[in-house]
């Protein structure tokens, strides 16, 4: 009766020790088959680092008008750090800011100022291109109040100024400001001059609603692209945020981003979850290249973590669409992708 008892405690131990995430395994992206591989190149060791100076999680990636590349990470504390167009070193920005505490996002306007969306503080920081703060939005938790209890999911639209764990940031070509907000609100909103103008947006699978939108972008006649990460589709919406498209063909996006110019293209990552499942990296880390209609141009990369290959791409800058940088939480990284022409051999 002792070996039974013992054996069952085993068997029970074995079972929990099975994370939930590996018995509910999501099927390929329904793109995955057809899309054409992008033949493509990691340039090795384009950063330029000082001496014990190291990228954490690489959470927000961007680059201004110069091609200067920002990079915001998580290590001992959320650092923000600016390099050249050539990847050298220049600047810390914020360092001891207050609203740094577990970055999440990092975007430049069309004036290169910088934002950064920190789900830590629930804030989002407008800086200069000098990077002196211009404007907040959001608010962090006074620690003199006492640690607060774990919220629930926001059984609303979420308070107009106060956000939950906010994930990103964009704006239209009139230069309204839309908050992916995010892990707890599942909502999107929408501000002028940092003026709360409407929100939508709840928990949930219907049209309109988000399981954690994830990522944020904007096209140049204004149409907002959401990442809406655990229900694995893109929800598409025109400025007044009013639905107008949903792609759902290319897995959980958790990084979008749109390039400028007269073409304009759609990078989506179909990532790995944070912590590398080997059953859930077999059907994720690829990133698919699109139309801003949803066709699906062609894809590359694979779940990895040498060089080309991708673990938890968790954000892209593609003001360059031949040339991305995209940066990743569990290789502690980021990484320089040229990307080549597609030829007849590389198509399937």
């Not at 703060?133 to 999911?153: C, D, I, K, Y």
């Not at 107009?160 to 995010?182: C, E, K, L, M």
């Not at 968790?314 to 040229?338: F, G, M, S, Y």
Request: glycine share 10%.
């Amino acid at each position: 009766m002792k070996r039974f008892i013992g054996l069952s405690l085993a068997l029970a131990s074995v079972i929990l020790a099975v994370p939930t995430s590996a018995q509910q395994v999501p099927p390929r992206a329904t793109a995955f088959a057809t899309a054409p591989d992008i033949p493509y190149e990691s340039v090795p060791n384009f950063l330029t680092i000082p001496p014990n100076l190291y990228l954490g999680e690489g959470i927000g990636v961007a680059r201004n008008s110069k091609g200067h590349i920002f990079i915001f990470t998580r290590s001992g504390d959320t650092r923000l750090f600016e390099f050249d167009q050539n990847g050298k070193f220049l600047r810390e920005i914020g360092q001891g800011l207050y609203g740094f505490e577990m970055a999440h996002g990092v975007r430049v306007d069309s004036q290169d100022n910088i934002w950064t969306v920190d789900e830590g503080t629930n804030m989002v920081v407008k800086f200069s291109p000098e990077g002196r703060v211009l404007m907040t939005m959001g608010r962090r938790p006074e620690a003199v109040e006492g640690v607060e209890p774990t919220p629930g999911v926001a059984p609303g639209g979420g308070e107009p100024y106060r956000f939950n764990r906010p994930t990103d940031v964009t704006w239209d070509p009139a230069g309204n400001i839309f908050v992916s907000d995010g892990y707890f609100n599942s909502r999107v909103a929408k501000y002028k001059n940092g003026r709360f103008v409407k929100s939508i947006g709840v928990r949930g699978t219907e049209p309109y609603q988000f399981n954690t939108p994830h990522s944020i972008t904007a096209d140049a006649t204004g149409n907002i692209y959401v990442a809406d990460r655990n229900n694995r589709r893109i929800q598409v919406f025109d400025s007044n945020l009013v639905l107008r498209a949903i792609y759902d063909n290319v897995g959980a996006p958790w990084a979008v981003c749109i390039s400028p110019g007269p073409h304009q293209y759609l990078f989506s990552s179909n990532s790995n979850p944070d912590n590398n499942n080997s059953l859930l990296a077999a059907v994720a880390g690829e990133i698919y290249k699109m139309e801003l209609d949803g066709t699906v141009i062609g894809k590359f990369g694979k779940p990895g973590k040498q060089l080309g290959e991708f673990s938890t791409v968790h954000a892209i800058d593609c003001r360059n669409p031949d040339e991305l940088i995209v940066v990743e939480i569990t290789a502690w990284r980021a990484q320089k992708i040229r990307l080549k022409a597609i030829t007849p051999s590389s198509t399937k």
